[in-house]
């Protein structure tokens, strides 16, 4: 097709690479009802749905197969209800950190919304997503990075 494939195949690719092997789902631990493994279907019709609501960047499909891999991966188990909790919270708490220029899009939430520390860790919820207790709780290298 002109102008390459629709980022409809390129998600659809990336999702059927990067779920190849199954990733276990992270839930909270006090959702015993979830699924255990993120569902590949679900994880695409999660991205398409939120494409064609305009909840994505607008670069969103301008990303490669390869690029859409790193948006999709199950690397943390992170479940799709998580992404859509992170993208309203951005939207309602911190719609400016959205709409800055892509020199520190996303990355200066870290910088401004995450605790540097490792001590308040302890304090972690149990019903809550690993990303929504980094917001809580802030932490060092990794659950920064990760956020």
């Keep these: ?27 909270p631990d006090t959702c015993t009802d979830k699924p255990k493994f993120i569902d590949p ?35 943390h188990g992170t479940p799709d209800e998580a992404f ?5 919270m951005l939207c309602n708490y911190r719609p400016d950190l959205i709409l800055m220029d892509y020199t520190w899009r996303y990355v200066h939430s870290v910088r ?13 919820r149990p019903d809550l997503h690993f990303f929504q207790n980094v917001l809580m709780n802030g932490g060092v290298c990794g659950r920064r990075a990760f956020f």
């Design 112 to 124: 401004t919304e995450i605790k540097y520390g490792s001590e308040e860790g302890k304090f972690d």
């Design 41 to 75: 279907i679900m994880r695409y019709l999660h991205y398409e749905n939120a494409y064609l609501a305009g909840e994505l960047d607008p670069a969103f499909d301008t990303l490669s197969t390869w690029e859409l891999r790193f948006v999709v991966d199950g690397e």
């Design 1 to 27: 097709q002109e102008g390459g494939p629709s980022i409809f195949y390129r998600l659809a690719l990336a999702v059927s690479l990067e779920h190849a092997v199954p990733y276990p789902q992270s839930n």
């Design 84 to 88: 859509s909790w992170g993208r309203e």
